[in-house]
């Protein structure tokens, strides 16, 4: 408090705006400010977002259930479940080429931290990351994706499992890149 | 896992004798007469691994020696439950033999065992046996071994499918795990795999992966040599050589699971298993079976509320490492759809409705009170449960009439369990596994091992084997297991059995130094059998062992659900005896009436002297063929977790916890405790708990709020150590003479059949043998009938038409069955040992 007093009459009297200086001064310079969520600025194309489960090019899942990822998972967020495909009459269906598909697969999101260990775990390539950011929600049940939810959609020449392999291919066909989007 | 109670024994003196129940044995050692007999001196061998010195018994392989200083040899096909047979090659080591004695006389430098000269012979680690001076380096220490191993396991993976992502042992493999430890980081094969379709049933259990396959013969060693179902074999040669099933004969081992648990590799796996879980999912619970008085350790495991799979743990004093399908894959009962959840009680219009637990318990206590009540127990609850009954029936009730044995029994046997059987034990003398392993002789009695306790036959094939012990049954055919134990028949039609016994030929049958006689408890069926057995097992010095059938009935013995008996073996009519469980109790006095066992409950319910039934687990067609008037007339309280034949009749229905769900103790065949914890936390409560509050509901405290506290009582009671009841004294025995068209029914019940505890598990109920009808050539051409005809087979209350097999087997007898798909034989309304008529033809 000592130095009050000290400075001149101009001084004094500007001392109650001057603060408005910097507001003015700012108004001329650069604006860093995004327009979020009105404008969304790409990510860079390897930023860790949500998790898919993508597809073999006729539209049967690549996941097999086999869990890795769940293994490999440090917070533990992943709950993976396997089962048989079953393409027999009658039966359950066939959702992937081999064997096994995973019947239950959920993320949940509020556990995740976006490692990504479990894309390098995944044997299959069946889970990968997008670049998707937005996951925020206020109830914790909406945060926990399932396997719809985290699945790739379809594209074109893609069908919507479960349905038969492509015709005269085997498991190994479809993971030496032979089988094609038009069920050939 | 072994649970056999030397600890509580030693902490108390022996004046003061523990239940088997309470986790002691019960009978004090007799003045240490029963010291084990000196064994003989073990020639030891010296040799070192790794540059350790070790010492082991002559005949040890190499790679036991390493595993008892803790290195770890890597190997597939080596088991120490199955004979060497050095298929894999994964376990080679460097080998160095003494050389030739010098002038002195000493043996020289070791010398490195070698192909051609020069070069290192790596030896079978797992084939070879130790020799004195032997130098063993395994990959720990010898740059040729590790090289040898990385060369086998490069090998063994050129044709394994490496999916262990989609494969069922993938994270419990130990092909996985010592690729790991001892493979080379990337493998130089370039080539295709060979490559099979993939899997194939071996049976509708057991599915086969033959490109996982890596040819250890562990499956076919454990068929051929265990189980004695030599069904699978290694056929073709090369690289096409593969597990092979016979196209005739499908493969209907009862153990065929231990199969897949020992297969090092995923080839084998079942398939109620297949892609549920990952290893790492699961929680393990270790436990007991509650299927039969074996008393396996098992494992349960189980992943979110679900029991997934149960596996056998490795306990060498009773089931080794081994357990049969039924106690592998009979747990999804309790999860069909139809569980008992909430209390049930019978409305006014006669129907059961939902009610809360302190309405049901009120209904069910105006229901008991002031009435004339008996107590029925299943023969699979845990002692403590046994207990909670028993003292249930005698503090609340002040009846005797209780008895756990629902099925075909005698006063004869209840003579015989209360005389020879109840509160004795593995530390006092009972008959053991171990003793079924030593014996010379083994004589079976109304007991067919293999469909009744899988695991007695386990043992005694591993006698016949490995000690040449000679089995006899006096039976009325040589069933398989007879046949795989290399045993012989006794012929005896049902109910001559006591004749036989009595007879030279079952004298002759325990000749050798170390008899052992199995009774079973079908022997109650035949007059005069168990005084008969006893006369025999005296005559000959042979020690005698009942083996009843079901998990908790010998736990139920010894906790005192048995009219004749309290808990440790009291005799009831014993005022000191009396005095004890009152002072335990805490009540004035205990019921001094004779009381009732089973069917003179159900004769009583029928006739009307018993108003009341508190039924635990329990299903009709074990009752005889009163019991749905019984039911019917009596005011029933049933503790059940599923729909059966008693909750159809109950006016009260408590739910309760099924094995998965609860924490106990079963006794088996031995005296033996066999603790098993709760695999799943749910809030069912285990029958004693339910009982505690009935009683509370009814004004009494019963104290058995908890395991603890049950234990902490039973063992402060202690066995009995006084005068027992008299054994019983022969009687003659009643043969039922048939007429021209009639034949006597012999039964017994299949391991794999219709038992409520086997419902929900369709991969194994593919497994059980179909029912078939046994009748001799003579009997058939009596009849009629041919072998493979339809035959219809009647008594009283009914018939069943099944398949005739005509078998080489007593005239005048039919065998069918007891509880198999399209046979009850309870459906005939007759007991084994009675008469029944046999036409051909109907329609099976």
């Known amino acids: 408090m000592a130095e009050q007093g000290k400075g001149g009459f101009f001084s004094e009297m500007f001392a109650p705006v001057g603060g408005f200086g910097v507001t003015f001064a700012t108004m001329f310079k650069k604006v860093y400010t995004e327009e979020y969520p009105e404008v969304k600025r790409p990510t860079r194309p390897r930023f860790h977002g949500r998790h898919q489960l993508n597809r073999h090019p006729d539209g049967l899942e690549k996941c097999v259930g086999c869990e890795l990822c769940a293994w490999a998972c440090p917070a533990d967020a992943i709950l993976v479940e396997g089962a048989d495909n079953d393409d027999t009459p009658g039966g359950t269906g066939r959702f992937s080429p081999g064997e096994r598909f995973g019947k239950v697969y959920q993320i949940n999101y509020l556990r995740c931290i976006f490692c990504g260990l479990c894309i390098e775990a995944c044997p299959t390539r069946a889970l990968t990351m997008t670049n998707f950011y937005e996951l925020a929600d206020d109830n914790r049940a909406d945060l926990i994706f399932t396997k719809e939810q985290l699945l790739a959609p379809l594209q074109g020449g893609m069908s919507a499992p479960p349905h038969a392999m492509a015709p005269g291919m085997q498991e190994r066909d479809y993971y030496q890149g032979k089988v094609s989007g038009d069920g050939s | ?299 349960t495991d189980h992943r979110r509320g679900t029991v997934l799979r149960r596996m056998a743990i490795n306990d060498p004093a009773v089931n080794e490492e081994w357990n049969c399908d039924k106690g592998r894959w009979a747990f999804a009962s309790p999860t069909v759809g139809d569980r008992i959840e909430l209390p049930l009680v019978r409305d006014a219009a006669g129907e059961l409705q939902v009610a809360s637990w302190p309405e049901a318990l009120a209904a069910a206590a105006a229901g008991l009170r002031g009435t004339k009540s008996a107590v029925l127990t299943g023969g699979r609850i845990s002692v403590e449960d046994a207990y909670a009954y028993s003292k249930f029936a005698r503090t609340v009730l002040h009846t005797n009439a209780i008895d756990f044995r629902t099925r075909q029994h005698s006063s004869e046997e209840a003579q015989f369990l209360a005389s020879t059987v109840v509160a004795t034990g593995p530390n006092g003398g009972a008959t053991t596994y171990a003793d079924l392993e030593a014996a010379t002789n083994v004589l079976l009695v109304g007991f067919e091992a293999e469909e009744e306790s899988p695991i007695v036959f386990l043992r005694l094939r591993k006698a016949f084997r490995r000690n040449k012990t000679v089995v006899t049954s006096i039976a009325p055919y040589a069933s398989r297991g007879l046949t795989k134990l290399g045993g012989t028949l006794i012929p005896a039609a049902p109910g001559t059995e006591t004749d036989v016994l009595a007879a030279d030929a079952a004298a002759d049958a325990l000749s050798g130094a170390r008899n052992v006689v199995l009774v079973g408890e079908r022997l109650a069926s035949v007059a005069g059998g168990f005084a008969a057995a006893l006369d025999l097992a005296e005559r000959t010095g042979a020690k005698l062992a009942w083996v009843p059938r079901r998990a908790g009935e010998r736990g139920a013995l010894e906790a005192g659900a048995l009219y004749g008996l309290l808990p440790g073996g009291r005799p009831v009519r014993n005022v000191e005896a009396r005095a004890q469980v009152a002072a335990a109790w805490g009540v004035a006095d205990l019921p001094t009436d004779v009381g009732l066992d089973m069917s003179g409950i159900i004769a009583g319910a029928a006739g009307g002297g018993v108003t009341s039934l508190l039924v635990g687990g329990v299903d009709a067609a074990d009752l005889g063929a009163q019991a749905a008037k019984a039911l019917e007339k009596a005011f029933v309280v049933s503790l059940d977790y599923r729909p059966s034949s008693v909750t159809a009749y109950a006016d009260v229905v408590l739910p309760v916890a099924p094995h998965a769900e609860k924490a106990g103790t079963f006794v088996n065949w031995e005296g033996r405790t066999r603790p098993f914890q709760a695999a799943l936390s749910t809030t069912a409560l285990s029958d004693y708990r339910v009982l505690d509050l009935l009683a509370d509901e009814l004004g009494v405290f019963l104290g058995v709020r908890s395991l603890a506290e049950i234990q902490r009582e039973m063992s402060a009671l202690g066995a009995w150590a006084g005068g027992r009841y008299h054994r019983p004294t022969t009687t003659a025995s009643l043969v039922p003479q048939p007429a021209p068209g009639q034949f006597v029914l012999a039964s017994w019940h299949l391991l794999l059949d219709k038992g409520s505890l086997q419902d929900g598990e369709p991969f194994l109920a593919g497994t059980a043998h179909p029912a078939r009808a046994r009748m001799s050539s003579v009997s058939a051409a009596a009849v009629g009938a041919a072998d493979g005809d339809v035959v219809t087979i009647t008594g009283p209350a009914g018939s069943v038409r099944v398949p005739l097999e005509v078998t080489d087997m007593v005239d005048h007898v039919v065998w069918l069955p007891a509880n198999s798909a399209g046979c009850r034989v309870s459906d005939l309304g007759v007991p084994v040992g009675q008469l029944v008529t046999v036409i051909p033809g109907g329609a099976s």
């Open chain 2, 1 to 299: 896992m072994t649970v056999t109670p030397e600890k509580s024994t030693a902490e108390k003196s022996p004046q003061q004798p523990q239940s088997p129940a309470s986790g002691a044995d019960a009978v004090p050692k007799p003045g240490g007469a029963e010291a084990p007999a000196a064994k003989p001196p073990v020639d030891m061998v010296e040799l070192t691994i790794d540059g350790i010195p070790v010492s082991v018994p002559k005949g040890t392989l190499i790679i036991r020696a390493a595993e008892q200083i803790g290195i770890e040899i890597p190997r597939f096909c080596d088991h120490p439950g199955l004979d060497p047979m050095g298929a894999c090659r994964q376990c080679l080591v460097e080998v160095a033999m003494p050389g030739p004695p010098g002038p002195d006389g000493k043996p020289g430098a070791a010398r490195q065992m070698q192909g051609p000269p020069g070069r290192m012979k790596p030896q079978a680690s797992c084939t070879m046996t130790v020799a004195p001076g032997m130098e063993v380096k395994t990959q720990f220490t010898s740059p040729g071994a590790e090289k040898a191993q990385h060369g086998v396991m490069e090998l063994l993976l050129i044709n394994h499918p490496l999916d262990c992502p989609v494969c069922d042992k993938g994270g419990e493999c130990p092909l996985q795990n010592q690729a790991m430890t001892s493979g080379r980081p990337v493998s130089r094969f370039e080539d295709i795999k060979r490559t099979y379709p993939k899997p194939i049933n071996i049976s509708s259990q057991v599915l086969l992966d033959r490109e996982r396959c890596v040819l250890c013969a562990r499956c076919t060693r454990f068929s051929d040599q265990i189980a004695g179902d030599p069904f699978i074999a290694l056929v073709e040669r090369g690289a096409l050589q593969q597990v092979g099933i016979y196209e005739d004969q499908p493969f209907e081992s009862y153990f065929s699971g231990n199969t897949v648990q020992i297969c090092p590799v995923g080839a084998l796996t079942g398939a109620a298993y297949r892609f549920r879980s990952r290893p790492f999912d699961l929680v393990s619970t270790p436990g007991a079976c509650e299927h039969c008085a074996s008393g396996c350790a098992i494992r």
